[in-house]
């Protein structure tokens, strides 16, 4: 029997021991909170649960795969014995401080994450040497990925974006960060004609119909190159054709599909308000019913917050009120495509003929640069009532349709934002000497490399897992909500862990760690804060069930 195989078989049965103890640990949390209804009476325990449930899926997520890549790749075994470890204890420190909050006897806790073997297998996980060999991989290739895919049409998409990224978009990533300049049209263009807007846009309405998992690798290695200027560039759209395919009319479909493939149209994506933020059920901002030259439709008043590259973009997906009654909730609001002129620069303002104005100015953000998030105001600005997607009162729905896929892009996101930080970190290991020889020869500079691309294998396979149960079902929010939870945390230790080995240089605006350190800070926060997408999504759902 190889070492792979052992160490397959051992994280195997680790896995196993910690799926009972979450699994019961859920189960009691059901009966605390009522199957969810009383989550808000027990916060604290719900995000516990709802993060450990979510580590127990990326456990599953690399064990998967490792033994799918059967030796070609040669860091997975290893990599899924050492995360499984790095579970096994979290998971086991915590049975015993919420032995009864987790509904869990010591009998089974002794059988489960507290006997001889299980422990024995954590001490053998998380072995400084075994870490440290992980790391010392990582600095010959220098920090290069070489993450195995089944599929060969998948290998070349990845091969054809990667190529992309670093030719057209990594020489002017740096640039467009530090003069806080708009994502060039000359990359919109390329990635409009190599076919990167309409990878899961169905074939019948302009685009490629290759997936999610296509998709999500074409957003993480453009997300290497830069997370503003090209990797979040297809994550609007993307959350706007969920929402067309799924309760958009056939003439709505055949009308802004093609053109979002065809990159033809910019989208931008804006549901926050000044007061309102997770909690979108109350949005206020009123779009009341009239007619402007014949033309049936909405005026729009009110303002908005955080909508990212509304400048640039030639359509607006705007969550608005239709029924000024607030105690309808949810049931209010609508979805409306509102159309603009595209803008360059920092500010913004259409004067519509009939009155209608729409103001927009941008924030300023010490990272995330190339895309402008805005804040809006409108007054009275018409938009058609053909733009109503999918009738009075669904809106709130659809955009959480739309969520779920944004979601699952910022898992592409953040694995992509990791890939790069672990590379530059690779790179300067071998290049930076200090007290005689490269940092990377160093045990510590190793065993953090090493925990650094353990995570990032798990936070890549949890978010292609959920790509492709995505694909299976796109109602599931529970598996693209957790990969963004996890993928994202995981990039922010990863970048940040990065920036120290770089040392003073990490803290150099000129090196692009310390670009990637400050873009990471943004990920857990869009798409779903992380308290909300612990509490809302994943523990709603897993307490439901």
């Known amino acids: 029997m190889s070492d792979s195989t052992d160490a397959l078989k051992a994280a195997r049965g680790a896995r196993d021991q910690i799926r009972t103890v979450v699994d019961a640990a859920i189960d009691a949390g059901r009966k605390l909170t009522d199957g969810g209804k009383a989550i808000d009476d027990h916060q604290p325990h719900t995000e516990r649960l709802a993060y450990l449930a979510t580590e127990a899926a990326a456990v599953d997520a690399l064990i998967d795969y490792a033994e799918k890549a059967d030796g070609r790749d040669p860091l997975a075994a290893e990599s899924a014995a050492i995360f499984t470890a790095m579970v096994g204890a979290r998971v086991r ?3 015993a401080e919420q032995l009864d909050g987790f509904g869990l006897s010591t009998d089974v806790v002794g059988a489960t994450v507290d006997s001889a073997e299980f422990k024995a297998f954590i001490r053998a996980g998380l072995a400084d040497a075994r870490i440290e060999g992980v790391g010392r991989q990582i600095v010959d290739r220098q ?6 895919l089944e599929a060969e049409e ?3 998409t990845r091969e054809a974006v990667r190529a992309f990224a670093q030719s057209e978009v990594a020489p002017v990533a740096q640039e467009i960060h530090l003069n806080d ?6 990359i919109i263009s390329k990635m409009a004609e190599l076919g990167f807007f309409g990878l899961a846009i169905p074939e019948e309405y302009g685009g490629q119909g290759m997936g999610n998992e296509a998709m999500i690798l074409t957003t993480e290695e453009l997300s290497a190159a830069s997370l503003a200027a090209a990797g979040s560039l297809i994550t609007r759209p ?3 054709t969920k929402a067309l395919l799924a309760g958009g009319s056939d003439e709505q479909k055949h009308e802004w599909l093609p053109k979002l493939a065809a990159g033809e149209i910019l989208a931008a994506i804006s549901v926050t308000e000044p007061d309102t933020g997770s909690d979108v059920a109350s949005v206020k901002i009123k779009a009341e019913k ?23 973009a030639n359509v607006i997906a705007m969550l608005t009120r239709t029924d000024p009654d607030m105690s309808k909730g949810a049931k209010g609001l609508s979805l409306l495509v509102v159309p603009k002129d595209p803008f360059e620069g920092h500010s913004f303002k259409m004067e519509q003929p009939g009155g209608g104005v729409l103001d927009g100015q941008a924030d300023r953000t010490p990272g995330y640069r190339g895309m402008h998030s805005y804040s809006l105001q409108l007054d009275r600005y018409f938009v058609p009532a053909t733009n109503l997607v999918g009738g009075e009162g669904r809106g709130f729905y659809l955009q959480m349709s739309g969520f779920a896929a944004g979601r699952l892009q910022t898992g592409g996101r953040a694995t992509g934002l990791s890939q790069a930080a672990i590379q530059a970190a690779a790179v300067y290991a071998n290049e930076r000497g200090q007290f005689g020889k490269p940092i990377g020869e160093y045990g510590l500079t190793r065993y953090k490399l090493g925990r650094m691309a353990v995570e990032l294998a798990a936070a890549r396979q949890i978010t292609y897992h959920a790509a492709r149960v995505f694909d299976e079902d796109e109602r599931r929010a529970l598996e693209p909500a957790m990969a963004k939870l996890f993928a994202c945390d995981v990039a922010v230790r990863t970048t940040q862990e990065a920036q120290l080995l770089h040392g003073g240089w990490g803290y150099a605006e000129e090196f692009p760690i310390c670009r990637y350190a400050i873009d990471a800070l943004v990920l857990p926060i869009f798409e779903g804060v992380k308290p909300i997408l612990e509490l809302k999504v994943i523990g709603r759902t897993i307490l439901s069930q």
């Not at 920090?143 to 195995?148: K, T, V």
């Not at 300049?181 to 000359?186: A, C, G, K, N």
């Not at 007619?291 to 400048?311: M, N, V």
């Open 154 to 156: 998948l290998r070349m």
């Open 181 to 186: 300049e708009l994502v060039p049209d000359s």
């Open 93 to 95: 420190a915590q049975a």
């Open 143 to 148: 920090g290069l990925p070489d993450c195995h």
């Open 238 to 240: 993307e959350i706007l």
């Open 290 to 312: 009239g007619e402007q030259d014949g033309l049936p439709g909405y005026f729009i008043s009110g303002a908005k917050a955080w909508c990212t590259f509304a400048g640039r």
